[in-house]
């Protein structure tokens, strides 16, 4: 199975600092296809997860743009430009290029 | 608006079977191959298998291969998850996804004697 390495496991930030998170593969997600299945998902207290990112870059519907991803192979960035409140929570990468389908760990990004 | 919603979680003993349900509205479910995902308590998130548009084709994890059966019914607009012989390991929140971009609310399942 894929593994995904994600770091920091936890993230203290303060309102308006920029941070990134880090998500690396045991093996290259690139498809055959073309396609690199490697994407963001957001968990808030309580709540079910919820996609930012999808493709590696490619930003979800209604999610600000503060939010960014990047990367390629087996290394990828989750940043965020400029931490709200209501970014807090888990956030997880979870790649669908080869079954069984694997999430990291988790990121938790918690206010200092 | 896209809506996802399960059902059917409980208590159920070791060695058991139980099914969940996701109903889905506000898009074309024939449309879109489905997942299932599930949390246990404080811990990441594992995938559980998928399903096609027309139920023809599902990819398994290993860890639930022949024990949990994945189907569905377009025309109820519904996804299931037949759970067999649960163990207390599979104790976790059940969540339907539609690839990735749309979550249910969870349901809680709990083995124990």
């Known amino acids: 199975d894929v593994v995904l390495t994600q770091t920091p496991p936890t993230l203290s930030a303060t309102i308006g600092q920029s941070v990134s998170i880090s998500c690396r593969s045991s093996?290259?997600?690139?498809?055959?296809?073309?396609?690199?299945?490697l994407h963001w998902l957001l968990q808030r207290p309580g709540q079910s997860p919820q996609l930012l990112i999808y493709?590696?870059?490619r930003l979800e519907s209604g999610v600000p743009n503060r939010f960014s991803g990047s990367g390629s192979g087996t290394d990828f960035t989750l940043k965020i430009s400029g931490v709200e409140a209501e970014d807090l929570g888990v956030y997880y990468c979870v790649q669908g290029t080869h079954a069984p389908y694997t999430f990291g760990a988790g990121t938790k990004l918690e206010l200092k | 608006e896209v809506q996802l919603v399960e059902s059917g979680g409980s208590l159920v003993q070791p060695g058991g079977s139980l099914k969940l349900s996701c109903v889905a509205s506000?898009?074309?479910?024939?449309?879109?191959?489905m997942d299932w995902v599930r949390q246990t308590p404080g811990k990441s998130l594992e995938w559980i298998g998928e399903i096609n548009t027309d139920g023809s084709k599902t990819n398994y994890a290993p860890s639930i291969k022949d024990r949990f059966t994945i189907s569905r019914d377009n025309a109820k607009s519904t996804l299931y998850l037949q759970m067999s012989n649960v163990k207390s390991d599979d104790t976790a929140i059940y969540y339907c996804t539609r690839l990735w971009d749309y979550w249910g609310q969870g349901v809680m399942v709990t083995v124990s004697s």
């Open positions: 493709l590696v870059s």
């Open positions: 093996q290259s997600l690139l498809h055959s296809n073309g396609n690199t299945y």
């Open positions: 506000g898009f074309t479910f024939s449309n879109y191959w």
